[in-house]
Structures are given as structure tokens and as C-alpha cells.
DNA sequence: CTGGGGACGATC
DNA sequence: ATCGTCCCCAGC
């Protein structure tokens, strides 16, 4: 029996499988997907088995054992295999990461050396060196990383010992986290016997008495640390009595609980309101048919859509299928959770990046062992392990937090169409504010004549209560300067804060900048600050009084006079959340503000603590950068303020329209959802751009409209993918070299894959090589950064032609080499 | 003639 | 990625 491995080796020479011999011993435990550690290379390394064979591709005397197998149930199912290499084709990576991206990363283990004394060495105390009499106190084997930190010194001779064959050296893997085990008493098994026994137990040891009589009394087995709390004793009474037959302490497995302690409200469901019932009635439909289906959901913010969601997936356990729920990390709030365990209680399993790493691996193990029938989760969760799925939902799927950023650079929403199709399951991508792509595929409905493709429209134009959107104003900045103001609050937004602070209703600012100030100039010379490893300006930090640098994290003292020229006038431009915060309570003197940004939620549960706050109308105000836009619902906030509309506008990027689109209509939607109406003030200085103006409307159509037709003109997506090419490296001329000679190959294949196609432009079939260029930002953390840009459409193995082009430019790849990351842009593809 | 150091290639 | 091998040149 052969095994066909994945070697935990990621690079480009090793990303085939290897194969091994199973040892008899393994032959009924090693299947598809099991996690293995095989020698490999003179060392031992972790790997998945993705195949099982009769016969070898190479040499039958090449082959080794496979040297353990390190768990009980296989952490990958051969679906999840297929998916990996989907993934690591699409996305141009070793499929031993894409393998090691669905699986918590407290099973990525790492391999340890074990040093032993060979059998036939005989103790010879006199004679011995210390670290030789330490092996054997320890019963004759330790690890060396041990060894080495108690006897540094004795390096030379260990090495000596193990080429001598005095010593043996083995390795195994060894997993970063395990099961939680607690110690647990068991009441005793025959009651009336112990009854007799508690006669027996002598005066002076009244408190064994009192434990025996507790746990007689005790129906279920009680955690020791918990019985030692509650009769306030020792383990040795405890001990003692287990040691006279008449108690049991065992270990038992533990889950670690990140919601212990709370108890969920179970909820019913709720009546429908017409269009809700609509929408589910679709989407119950394809479950009941058991075909995989994509439904763009695209429901208006306070339309319902949890409740559509909740219901869905009833119906899909109903089915005994199981369901992923995706949500942004930002949104995977308690009171988010709390919808689905009030629902479906603990057959939920909730993953997220705030979870230790031992709580992650016990809310995925609750998945794979089918105690859970739900995962909600982040991005990462749509791997959840789970045999038969019926329903994917995407809430908020044009959120990019979607897209991993580090490889596997995938994208959630991507995966979980292909994922869909596997299991025959539905999907159902939510949002008021749909992505172009998504979109786009809703498009291609059969109605719209492409029959048989294209994602099912869901619209949900109404609110829950039939509450209004709420009014927008939009505040041109160049007018309130011309009138006069200076400040970054124009009058009807100092106004609209005035009010509510009088009423006492609460308000949210969004401002995407964090940071006091945005750069630092000097007025006499025209010098900035800039950060000496990045092609950035420096952001002055209020608090700490640090220049900081966003992309590397660099800092340094602000300077009282410019190290340039020597003049005193060098001032802060730009206005970023601290300065808001200042300036709030200049203006309002005793005004209750919360800052929530990067700078202020670092601290595990922090974001969830101000939220709290605020929902307790302990603060006037929450100010913030965009993770205040994000999902929150508070009663008393009638006004949203939108400080500067323009800040993402202009960032270097063809989605800049779209994101800001996005992001004003979602922060809009936060106000007056309840009894009290709600007001959102916008100020820019471009108030007819159209992205402002269509948000002003709630007008997600007039948006989409205009947007389609820029991204046509320029040909970018949706009417075309990408593929961006990113080359790094500390020296300027290796990475223009390296550059010129990545692009000239693609251009070489790409040609080559037009003469086979036709029509190259303009029809439906082309593709092109744009750059290299300088990246927008030209240098990170002290390497220089140029890019290529592949835009293709149709029918045209892009990524393999780029996964070509970068392995021949990599190939001199030490540690000289010019870094090369593949970037492929997100599409939703049916 | 030996021994360090960097390029090259294999790893089942 | 990491390790062993080969080959070259410097030093003895």
C-alpha cells in the first residue's frame, strides 16, 4: 500500500506529491486526507496524504515509511483535498498551503528530535558526562531541544555520541496544542457500599467524610478543581480517597468554551413580512432540490435579512444538511452570535480570528466530530469540515475582508461557489450594497438571456417596520471655506452634534484616517516627514507625540523644528481620528467620546467593550474609522456624520468608487432604525462625484450604472480579470530587471495564447500585459516594489501562464531573489 | 594536497 | 525549505 503526501515543504520544487510505503500497522488508519509525518530529506516533516495507490511512480527502493500518522479521524476529507487544489491552482500557490489554510493552525505541527542511549551502551557512572546521566535520570530518552538548553556546552560531544551510535536520534511531530484535559471525580459506582465505607472513615478525617458524602450524593462526575472550591479542601483528601477505592479521578476531555458562561435566549422564529417570505420561499426551494444554486440577496440595511438567514438554515438542518455562515471579522460580534445560538444553541460552532488558538481548534473539532451542524465564522470558516452542506450564506458579501491577504491569497466568496457545487448546496450571498461582480452574475439570470447561468436576484427593497431610510445632506467643504469656516466641521454638522448633544441622543462620526494628522510639513521649506524604510509620509500620533509609520510600523519623536531647513514652522496637515477627538471636545466641552480605530482596539474584546458602552449611552459619541459602519444598531443614534467622503475616493484603486459608494451607504443606514428618525450628514469637496451623490439617494441602481460604465471604458472588472504581479526586493536595478524580463515572458505567452484564440481584442477572447511599473506605493519596509498587471478575458489559462512566467524569473531563487506575489483579483465565476 | 564556501539539485 | 554534493580556488 502506497501513500501519495503533500510534504509541509512550501515552495515551488516540492508542491508534488511524494510517495511512501504504509506501514502494516497504519494500513486501516491511513485513508485520504490524514495527517502524517514522513521522513523526508534526512529530516521529518508534516504532510497530508492525498492519495492512496497499489503501486509507487518511483522506484520501489526509493521509498520510506511513512513515520506516524498524527490524528485519529483525518483532518481533510477528500473534498476539501479537491478544494485545495482548486484553490492552489486559481490561486497560485503550493497546495500544501492551500491544504493548511482549511485546518486550525494548532495542527500544524513542527518536528522535534528525540535523543535516546542506545540499547547496547551500558551505565558507567564513573565515566559518564553529565548530559549522558541526565539522558538516563530521564529514563533514557529526551528532547533534544532540552538537552541543548541545559547542557550548551556539550554539543561537540552529543554530535560524536549519535555519529558513534552511542546515541539514536528520532524524530516525531509534535502538534503546537492538544485536547484540553481536566481532571474529573467520579461519584462512587456502588452507592450503598461507599454509605458503608463513609461509617469506616475515621473521625480525624472528618473532611473525607464530607467529600464521600458530596459526591454520594453527586449524580454526575464534577471537575476536581471545582469539587476543591466547593467544599474548600485539598486534592490530597480527594486523593486519599481515590487511593481507598471508593472515588475515581480521571482525565476527561474538556472543550474550551469561548461562550461558557452565557446563556443564549432561545429564540423562535419570527412571521415573515411578505418580501422575506419571498426570498426564502426561493432559496427553500433549491435546498429542496439539492442542486447548487447562487442567490444574490440584495436586501436594504434593516430589511430583515438575519431572520431570512435564521430561517434558511432551519430548513436546511431540517434536511439534515449543514450550513456556513460567513460574516465580516468586524461584524462576528457577541450580539451576532448570539442570534444563531439563541436559534440553533450549541449546534453552532463559531470561528474567528479573536478565538486562542486552543478555542479554535475545539469549535472546529466540535465540526468535524458533527456536534456542530452550523459554523459561523470569518473568511477562513468556509472551510468548516463538514460532510454534507446544504447552505453557504455570505452576509455582506462585498466586504473585502473577504480576500485573504496572505497566501493562499483566495477570496471566501469565490470559494464557496466552487465549495457549493461540490455538495450540491446553495449559496447566498447578502448585501445592500452588492459587489460588481456579484452583481454582475445576477445579471446573467435566465430572464436576462443567459439561460441556465448566472446568480438568482433576491431583491428586498423594504425595511422591517416600513421605517424611511434616513435624509442625507451632503456639506460641500469648498463652500463653508469660502463662507468663512475653517473647521473640519462644517455648520449643519457643529449644529446636528449640538442638537443631539441637547436632546441626549447618541451620534457616530466616521472618519478613515486614523492618526492625528495625516503628514507633517514645514510651511518654510516644504520638507515632509517620510518614513525612511517606505515611500510614505509619516503620521503624527497626538498621544505618544510619535511620528508612525502605517506599513511598516516604524516610529520616531515628532520634530519641534524642521530637520531640514531649521525652521520653526513646521505644522500637522490633514486631519485623522485623534484630532477629530481633540477637537470634539474643544468644541463641546464634557462631551462623552469613544475613538475606535486600529490605535484603540487592539486589546482582545476591547471592540466589543466600547460598543457595549455606547449601547449603554455612556458615551455622546462614537468616532471612528470604518469599523464603526459596520453592522451596529443602536436606538439612540439619530445622526451619522461623515467627516471627509473623500479620503478613500481618491486612493489608487479602481474599486475607489465603489468602496466609498459602499461605505456611505452602509454607515447611512446606522441611523434611525428605531422610534427616533435619524439624519446623515456628508462632507466633501467633490459633492457631484457620482459615488456621493447616488449614496445620497439610497440609489444603488444609478450607482451600479454609472460605475459599469467607467469600468467598461477602462476594461476592468467585471468586463475583464486581473492579475496582479508584485516584484520586491531590497536593490532597485534586480527588481526593474527582474520585472522587465517577468513581463517580457507574459507578453511572449500571451501572444502565443492569442493566435490560438480569435479575435485577441475587443472580443470576447483577449488578453494583455500591462507594466512593469513602479507599485503605488514604490517601497515597503526597505524593498523596492514593481508591479505587472495581466488583464485577460475568456476562454485563457492566465494563471497558468503566469505561474510559468514567474517560475522561470524565480528560478537563481536564493537569498538574493527578487520576491514575486500573484494577486488574482476576485470574480464569480458559475 | 586539503578544506572552506558557494552553486546546483534532489527530497518519495 | 534544507541538506548533501560537487567543484573551484586559496592556503599550507
Not at 528530535?113 to 530521564?138: G, K, Y
Not at 496544542?177 to 474529573?184: G, I, Y
Not at 439534515?320 to 445560538?341: C, D, N, W, Y
Not at 493562499?408 to 457545487?421: I, L, Q, S, T
Request: charged content about 25%; glycine content about 8%; overall charge neutral.
Amino acid at each position: 500500500m502506497i501513500a501519495r503526501v503533500i510534504v509541509d515543504v512550501p515552495s515551488r520544487q516540492t508542491d508534488r506529491p511524494f510517495d511512501y510505503e504504509v506501514p502494516g500497522e497504519l494500513a486501516g488508519w491511513i485513508e485520504p486526507g490524514s495527517r502524517v509525518g514522513v521522513p523526508f530529506g534526512g529530516r521529518v516533516v508534516q504532510g497530508f496524504v492525498i492519495a492512496i495507490a497499489d503501486n509507487a511512480d518511483v522506484d520501489r527502493s526509493k521509498l520510506k515509511p511513512i513515520a506516524e500518522l498524527l490524528d485519529h479521524l483525518p483532518p481533510l476529507s477528500p473534498d476539501l483535498i479537491e478544494l485545495g487544489h482548486w484553490i492552489s491552482e486559481k490561486y497560485c500557490c503550493p497546495l500544501t498551503v492551500a491544504l493548511q489554510a482549511m485546518i486550525p493552525s494548532a495542527l500544524k505541527g513542527k518536528a522535534e528530535s528525540f535523543v535516546a542511549i542506545a540499547q547496547d551502551q551500558a551505565s558507567d557512572a564513573l565515566f559518564e558526562p553529565d548530559w549522558m546521566m541526565f539522558i538516563r535520570q530521564q529514563g533514557g530518552e529526551v528532547k533534544l531541544a532540552s538537552l541543548q538548553a541545559k547542557y550548551p556546552d556539550a554539543a561537540r560531544d552529543v554530535k560524536a555520541a549519535i555519529t558513534l551510535g552511542d546515541l539514536t536520534e528520532r524524530a516525531a511531530i509534535r502538534d503546537r496544542l492538544s485536547v484540553r484535559k481536566v481532571l474529573t471525580v467520579f461519584p462512587p459506582a456502588d452507592r450503598e457500599s461507599a454509605e458503608l465505607a463513609l461509617t469506616a472513615i475515621p473521625a480525624r478525617a472528618a473532611k473525607q467524610r464530607e467529600v464521600l458524602r458530596f459526591m454520594i450524593g453527586q449524580e454526575d462526575p464534577i471537575q476536581l478543581q471545582v469539587l476543591l472550591e466547593t467544599l474548600s479542601t485539598t486534592s490530597s483528601t480527594v486523593r486519599a480517597l481515590e487511593e481507598k477505592g471508593l472515588l475515581v479521578i480521571r482525565e476527561v476531555e474538556l472543550d474550551r468554551d469561548p461562550y461558557a458562561g452565557r446563556a443564549f435566549r432561545r429564540t423562535e422564529p419570527l412571521p415573515l413580512m411578505e418580501g422575506q417570505q419571498q426570498v426564502y420561499d426561493q432559496i427553500a426551494d433549491a435546498l429542496d432540490a439539492g442542486e447548487s444554486q447562487v442567490f444574490l440577496l440584495h436586501g436594504v440595511t434593516g430589511s430583515g435579512k438575519t431572520e431570512v438567514y435564521l430561517q434558511a438554515i432551519e430548513h436546511c438542518l431540517n434536511l439534515g444538511r449543514q450550513a456556513i455562515v460567513l460574516v465580516p471579522e468586524i461584524s462576528l460580534t457577541p450580539q451576532m452570535v448570539e442570534r444563531f445560538k439563541g436559534r440553533f444553541g450549541h449546534e453552532v460552532a463559531v470561528l474567528h480570528s479573536r478565538l486562542s488558538g486552543g478555542e479554535r481548534y475545539d469549535e472546529w473539532r466540535k465540526i468535524r466530530e458533527k456536534r456542530a451542524k452550523v459554523a459561523v465564522g470569518a473568511r477562513s470558516a468556509i472551510f468548516a469540515p463538514f460532510e454534507r452542506l446544504g447552505l453557504i450564506i455570505i452576509d455582506e458579501e462585498h466586504e473585502s475582508s473577504y480576500k485573504q491577504e496572505e497566501s493562499p491569497k483566495y477570496h471566501a466568496r469565490d470559494v464557496a461557489v466552487r465549495r457549493a457545487k461540490q455538495h450540491g448546496a446553495a449559496v447566498v450571498l447578502g448585501s445592500a450594497t452588492p459587489s460588481l461582480e456579484s452583481y454582475t452574475a445576477a445579471a446573467m439570470t435566465p430572464a436576462s438571456g443567459n439561460p441556465g447561468r448566472g446568480a438568482a436576484l433576491l431583491p428586498m427593497p423594504e425595511r422591517v417596520g416600513g421605517k424611511p431610510m434616513p435624509p442625507v445632506t451632503i456639506v460641500d467643504m469648498r463652500e463653508e471655506l469660502r463662507g468663512g469656516n475653517r473647521a473640519m466641521f462644517s455648520r449643519p454638522l457643529y449644529e446636528g452634534l449640538k442638537k443631539r448633544l441637547e436632546r441626549g441622543e447618541q451620534s457616530v462620526l466616521l472618519l478613515n484616517r486614523r492618526g492625528y494628522s495625516t503628514f507633517v510639513m514645514c510651511r518654510a521649506c516644504g520638507y515632509t516627514a517620510q518614513c525612511p524604510h517606505c515611500d510614505i509620509a509619516l503620521t503624527y500620533h497626538q498621544k505618544s507625540r510619535v511620528l508612525r509609520c502605517h506599513y511598516c510600523g516604524h516610529a520616531e519623536g515628532s520634530p519641534s523644528a524642521c530637520p531640514s531647513c531649521e525652521s520653526e514652522h513646521i505644522r500637522f496637515f490633514g486631519t485623522g481620528t485623534q484630532r477629530v477627538e481633540e477637537e470634539l471636545a474643544k468644541l463641546f466641552p464634557g462631551i462623552r467620546v469613544i475613538r475606535m480605530d486600529v490605535d484603540t482596539t487592539t486589546e482582545k474584546g476591547s471592540h466589543e467593550k466600547w460598543l457595549t458602552m455606547f449601547g449603554e449611552r455612556k458615551a455622546d459619541v462614537l468616532l471612528g474609522t470604518q469599523m464603526v459602519a459596520k453592522g451596529l444598531d443602536f436606538p439612540y443614534v439619530t445622526l451619522v456624520g461623515v467627516i471627509a467622503a473623500d479620503t478613500s475616493l481618491h486612493l489608487p484603486d479602481f474599486r475607489a468608487a465603489e468602496k466609498t459608494f459602499q461605505l456611505l451607504t452602509q454607515v447611512a443606514g446606522r441611523a434611525g432604525r428605531h422610534q427616533l428618525p435619524g439624519e446623515v450628514i456628508i462632507q466633501t469637496y467633490n459633492p457631484e462625484h457620482y459615488a456621493i451623490t447616488t449614496a445620497q439617494h439610497h440609489d444603488y441602481d444609478a450607482f451600479v450604472k454609472e460605475e459599469l460604465g467607467h469600468r467598461r471604458q477602462m476594461a476592468y472588472p467585471p468586463y475583464c480579470r486581473l492579475i496582479l504581479i508584485t516584484l520586491s526586493h531590497e536593490q532597485l536595478p534586480q527588481v526593474i530587471n527582474a520585472g522587465d524580463k517577468l513581463a517580457a515572458l507574459l507578453r511572449h505567452s500571451a501572444d502565443e495564447a492569442g493566435m490560438h484564440g480569435a479575435g485577441l481584442h475587443g472580443g470576447n477572447r483577449f488578453i494583455e500585459v500591462l507594466g512593469p511599473v513602479a507599485s503605488s506605493i514604490p517601497r515597503i519596509k526597505d524593498r523596492y516594489r514593481f508591479q505587472c498587471m495581466v488583464k485577460y478575458r475568456g476562454n485563457v489559462d492566465a494563471v497558468g501562464i503566469v505561474r510559468e512566467a514567474v517560475a522561470a524569473v524565480a528560478r537563481p531563487q536564493d537569498k538574493a531573489g527578487v520576491q514575486i506575489s500573484v494577486d488574482v483579483d476576485p470574480q464569480v465565476i458559475l
